[in-house]
């Protein structure tokens, strides 16, 4: 059996924040989103399609999301995604977990300073 | 969720363009994987209709050809059903299960309201309806039914008919508020219809059944009891069915209907003298008087009269559980109060006691129509103490026998008896709506399940 990458896993945990943090100052539909977190990365990764869509589901459902059919200025109709209040206090929870989280794996991994 | 207005419906742009065979393929297999309400997976299913189109164009701006470039799309997105199953999941939260219970709850009982007052139209409506037909058109044959079935008669009057007719209003009620509550929990629930639909009309039926059986004391006659148990079955019946009627008729109809029916109404009230005035009073019809006096002296003789009136004039009383709870003796004002002549006439009396008979129709004039102890009985039902305090009697209990399903047994005339100055036992009270009100007509209250099981 082929073990999912780190990469892999930790995009799955991480795909709520890096939805939260694209959709900060802007409003993006699904597509866009993919590609906003591609570019942000460098290219170095981006969500998962599949789970991409039930995550902003989820958000939606949560009420961290909110979504509208409109208009695209280069397109058919989207559906757009645009943070919510209640979606602005979530990230920035789960920025600092994040950044906790980012902290102790950093030093856990760099091994033992001395005092 | 906002859902999409027509304006924004994304399967009307015209910008367009048609997806490759596969990807239809991946959307209709994704839409039946949807375990959610139809107009969610609307949505879902043009948002992936987006999407495909951005990732195909994407990907074939990279070189693919179409075929390759529709197959890798797909590939990025996964399997179907599994996408499918976390959609679903992601709707299903345990906030828009809560949301939805309670909005449909909210939209039941507005529903419920406004069922109500339109069952009670319904109601109105055909009872006039039926009061113009059968007085207009049918009138003899149903004379004719009426003297050959008594006990229809009796079925059809005093206050377990007005039980009856509140719960064929409460029918309707139920049956609208079943839909809203279904409707407004689908949609903001996010779960399927046919998932809502069976839980609402569980859990309605079981508790409207509770409710009916053992909660609603009313007025109860066989008539009565089967009416209130289809309140239950109209929720049940308003939850799982889809269908909706649609009344569409034309302003002109509906006027004409309403002026026939006007018309055909006032003929009604013209050739019914009892519709046409005030109701004649007993005691103008002399015969019909003294005949259902006779009827009351079997019960025993009446005392003399004070001042042209029983000494009680007011009571009433409901039997319920096989007890008899009978509060008579509400003293108006006037000669009747606790120091007049009725009271002091009263105090000259021992041993009194309510007596219950059973009663039956009695045609006092042609539409009017009396209540006299059942002559097939010499003896009352039941008897029970009065409690006199000199101000007013207190209730009174003594248990009862019940034949469920008798129409007859489902009515007493209760009297109040007293031994006079001279040891003879009299009537003290004229069960006569003229002679002060009250007439001390009773029948079973209580709730179903003590109407099945009173007696037994």
């Known amino acids: 059996m082929r073990r999912p990458s780190i990469r892999t896993q930790l995009l799955k945990g991480t795909t709520p924040l ?98 | 969720m906002r859902e999409p207005d027509a304006s924004c419906d994304p399967s009307s742009s015209p910008d367009e363009t048609p997806l490759p065979a596969e990807v239809d393929t991946y959307l209709g297999r994704l839409g039946a994987g949807l375990d959610l309400p139809a107009h969610v997976r609307v949505e879902i299913a043009a948002e992936m209709a987006d999407h495909f189109r951005d990732s195909i164009a994407a990907i074939e701006s990279e070189g693919l050809e179409a075929d390759r470039a529709a197959r890798e799309a797909i590939a990025r997105l996964g399997s179907p059903t599994e996408l499918a199953g976390e959609l679903t999941r992601a709707h299903r939260t345990a906030g828009r299960l809560l949301a939805g219970a309670a909005g449909g709850v909210f939209h039941a009982t ?72 279904v409707a407004v929990s689908t949609r903001i629930s996010r779960r399927t219809p046919a998932t809502v639909r069976r839980l609402w009309a569980i859990t309605g039926f079981a508790t409207l059944l509770v409710v009916a059986v053992f909660l609603v004391p009313a007025p109860q006659n066989l008539l009565s009891v089967l009416s209130l148990l289809a309140v239950p079955f109209a929720f049940a019946s308003g939850a799982l069915t889809s269908f909706t009627p ?170 109040v008896t007293g031994t006079g100055p001279d040891g003879r036992r009299y009537r003290l009270n004229e069960p006569e709506y003229n002679l002060g009100g009250g007439a001390l007509i009773s029948s079973f209250t209580g709730t179903i399940w003590q109407w099945l099981t009173a007696g037994t």
């Open chain 2, 110 to 181: 507005l529903g419920a309201v406004g069922g109500l007052l339109l069952g009670i139209a319904i109601v109105a409506v055909a009872l006039c309806g039926s009061a113009v037909v059968t007085g207009t058109l049918l009138r003899p044959p149903t004379e004719f039914v009426y003297a050959s079935l008594p006990a229809l008669r009796a079925a059809m009057a005093g206050l377990p008919m007005l039980t009856a007719l509140l719960a064929w209003a409460a029918c309707v009620a139920a049956f609208i508020a079943a839909r809203r509550g």
């Open chain 2, 246 to 415: 649609r009344i569409s008729l034309p302003r002109g109809k509906v006027v004409a209907a309403g002026c026939i029916l006007a018309i055909l109404s006032v003929s009604f009230a013209r050739n019914v003298p009892a519709w046409s005035g005030p109701p004649p009073d007993i005691a103008d019809t002399p015969q019909a008087h003294a005949a259902q006096l006779r009827e009351f002296d079997r019960v025993a003789p009446a005392w003399a009269y004070v001042g042209g009136r029983p000494v009680l004039a007011e009571g009433g009383g409901q039997w319920g559980s096989g007890v008899i709870q009978q509060a008579v003796g509400t003293w108006d004002s006037g000669p009747w109060s606790t120091d007049g002549p009725g009271a002091r006439a009263l105090a000259q009396f021992k041993d009194i006691r309510f007596e219950a008979w059973r009663a039956v129709r009695f045609d006092a004039s042609p539409d009017i129509a009396e209540w006299i102890p059942d002559p097939a009985y010499s003896a009352p039902y039941a008897t029970a103490p009065a409690d006199f305090n000199t101000v007013q009697f207190g209730p009174a209990h003594a248990e009862v026998e019940f034949d469920v399903g008798s129409v007859r047994t489902t009515e007493w005339i209760v009297f």
């Open chain 1, 18 to 115: 890096l939805v939260l943090t694209v959709l900060r100052d802007t409003e993006l539909y699904g597509y866009e989103i993919a590609q906003r977190i591609r570019e942000r990365s460098g290219g170095a990764f981006a969500p998962s399609e599949g789970s991409l869509y039930p995550a902003l589901h989820a958000l939606e459902a949560e009420g961290a999301l909110q979504a509208d059919w409109r208009e695209s200025d280069r397109g058919p109709k989207r559906r757009y995604y645009r943070l919510t209040d209640k979606g602005g206090d979530l990230l920035a929870e789960h920025e600092a977990e994040w950044a906790s989280f980012a902290r102790g794996v950093a030093r856990t991994v760099a091994g033992p300073t001395d005092a």
